[in-house]
């Protein structure tokens, strides 16, 4: 952690940050916030978790309790898909699209890391 | 009097803490019973002995009883504390115990044993002439049976792991659609964390507060009620804020409270620190569970009352005798507790795993921190996901929410999110500040994730610090000096 001086406000104020990871951490007017420097052609997947692109990722490491989708099955937007446990507690995790399971990439009991792809939804106007 | 030379204590952070704490000031020797993830750890380096038990999952490590035993016994401990979750209300782990001539600080198996089946929980209450809830905990578990209790309960009814406690293995069911998978997934759930499937039915109150009585029986059998605490913040029922004393609750309702659980305690011939929950609507109250265990929100108590119950539970159980006065435990002020979760609170609060950072909390008087990290101690996602308390107490309610308001501003942890801005929100809600939201408060004012704070000038201000922290110098110890910064010039227009 460092002291760094910042103008803020109007005001001339002492803040502590600390790179960790690539992210930068500081605390400034009681809040801790954590920027993220914008990762220029990183993935080398070119479907990533963009809201509405059907590709659910696991938002945690954890266990894949429930797999409640197969192959070819048509689903609708907000129907639960995967149940993933962590840290005792069950997540479900929801289609935001409607369309049809193309690709499943995980199982039951399986435990995944972050972001691994879980599964695809074909949109249905694709 | 037994003498209790040495506690080894079958449990891990703050509270594991909490409890080293204890015995130093006691004279007592600690041996942590530990996983092997949790050697980067505070309570690792603060106790005295350590052993590891078993590898990171609770099951190979912090739930299982002959590992714990085992490792009580080879440092030669007398008494072993299991702090609260894991086995702490484990029958079973109670009597290992007894039999292998280690103390068990808690309860007799026998209590557990009553209070942690629901059934036989009720039913000694029901005896104690205190309300209980209308529902179903028979020995039929089919799911053919159960929907047809659900239906005579009526909507909405919750489902439970019988086994279950800490929110875990419970589901509410608002309508007939709902109630299969409800009870499907308290069931699958139930098992994973506590080995059984087993399951109870309540009916559902609607906006009910979360009052519990605190109570301690010492080793002459004298029984005290400590007052209450409300523990209505709830997410999915796990408890984020609690306080004390309850506000909003007429006096003679409290009364009839403290009376209850007394009767229970004794009904039960239960000894040492138990909490009896109720919920409260409309002037009427309810049995829900007694915990044989000390409460992760027992400090509030403590505050208020200026006593310390981890130091009570281990004098009990080496048969000393307590310093308390009836008439002089009363309570004093103010206390607040808010639970700090390693979580993103702009993201559905999922768990946010990984190794902190720079972490400060900010003492002051009327302010006590809970920690069991320090920096560079990993949280993983093998356990709960709390990392800290932070209470505070001052000489009435809206003062101390005021505390813990400027307390939580000024308190940072860096390489972790955590839910603190959900706290300060909850904290200026204003059914908070007046003292009237139930245990639906969370779930009716905050059914999204938080919006995260954004703005140009918060962006910019990132970047600038990103690019300029690498070459800034290293901060001086306690960080007394400040930096001549060649930044700031350049930051005018921020």
């Known amino acids: 952690m460092k002291w760094l001086e910042v103008q803020w406000g109007g005001k001339l104020t002492r803040i502590p940050v600390e790179k960790r990871h690539g992210k930068t951490w500081f605390h400034i007017d009681g809040q801790t916030h954590c920027f993220e420097p914008k990762v220029q052609a990183l993935r080398t997947d070119s479907t990533s978790a963009q809201p509405g692109s059907g590709v659910v990722l696991s938002p945690m490491p954890g266990k894949v309790l429930k797999v409640k989708v197969s192959q070819g099955e048509k689903v609708k937007k907000g129907d639960v898909l995967v149940v993933i446990e962590a840290m005792k507690m069950e997540y479900s995790l929801e289609t935001d699209v409607d369309g049809t399971i193309t690709d499943l990439y995980c199982k039951e009991g399986e435990q995944v890391s972050l972001n691994k792809k879980l599964i695809v939804v074909q949109g249905e106007s694709l | ?192 964390a506590f080995g059984s499937s087993e399951v109870f039915l309540e009916k559902y109150l609607g906006s009910a507060k979360h009052i519990e009585v605190q109570v301690f029986v010492d080793s002459s059998s004298q029984g005290f009620h400590l007052y209450e605490r409300e523990c209505s913040v709830q997410r999915r029922h796990q408890k984020i804020i609690e306080e004390a004393p309850a506000q909003e609750v007429p006096l003679k309702v409290k009364q009839q409270m403290y009376d209850a659980a007394i009767k229970i305690a004794k009904e039960a011939k239960y000894i040492g620190a138990g909490t009896v929950e109720f919920l409260y609507q409309d002037g009427e109250f309810y049995f829900l569970e007694m915990n044989t265990r000390l409460q992760v929100e027992h400090p509030v108590t403590e505050m208020v009352l200026g006593v310390d119950l981890v130091k009570a539970q281990i004098l009990t159980a080496s048969e000393q005798s307590l310093l308390w006065e009836k008439e002089l435990l009363s309570q004093r002020g103010h206390a607040i507790e808010c639970r700090i979760y390693a979580e993103d609170p702009y993201n559905k609060g999922v768990p946010s795993t990984g190794k902190l950072g720079y972490c400060y909390f900010p003492n002051g008087g009327g302010r006590r921190f809970e920690v069991g990290f320090e920096p560079g101690d990993e949280i993983t996602s093998f356990y709960d996901s709390m990392i800290a308390k932070v209470i505070v107490w001052d000489e009435n309610r809206p003062r101390a929410i005021q505390k813990m308001k400027t307390t939580l501003k000024q308190t940072i942890i860096f390489g972790l999110k955590t839910n603190i801005p959900y706290l300060l929100e909850i904290l200026s809600h204003n059914e908070f500040v007046d003292a009237t939201m139930t245990t639906q408060f969370i779930e009716k004012n905050y059914p999204d994730s938080l919006k995260k704070p954004t703005s140009s000038e918060l962006e910019s201000l990132g970047e600038l610090l990103n690019q300029s922290v690498s070459q800034a110098s290293e901060s001086q110890p306690g960080g007394a000096a400040l930096h001549p910064s060649p930044w700031v010039h350049g930051w005018e227009h921020l």
């Open chain 2, 1 to 192: 009097m037994r003498r209790i030379d040495k506690i080894a204590i079958a449990n891990r952070g703050e509270v594991a803490v909490r409890i080293i704490r204890a015995c130093q000031e006691l004279g007592i020797e600690t041996v942590l019973l530990h996983s092997d993830v949790d050697k980067n750890t505070l309570a690792f380096r603060l106790s005295d002995e350590t052993v590891c038990i078993g590898s990171a999952p609770a099951n190979e490590s912090y739930l299982n009883i002959q590992a714990n035993i085992d490792g009580a016994i080879s440092l030669g401990a007398d008494a072993i504390h299991p702090g609260f979750g894991f086995l702490s209300e484990n029958a079973a782990f109670a009597e290992a115990c007894e039999k292998n001539r280690l103390i068990f600080i808690g309860p007799s198996a026998d209590a557990i044993r009553l209070f942690g089946d629901k059934i036989s929980a009720k039913n000694l209450v029901k005896k104690a002439g205190v309300p209980v809830l209308p529902g179903y905990n028979g020995e039929d578990q089919s799911l053919d049976c159960l929907l047809a209790q659900v239906e005579t309960i009526g909507y909405p009814a919750i489902v439970k792991a019988t086994a279950g406690g800490g929110g875990r293995g419970l589901r509410i069911i608002p309508n007939k659609e709902s109630a299969k998978e409800a009870i499907e997934s308290a069931m699958r759930e139930g098992l994973s």
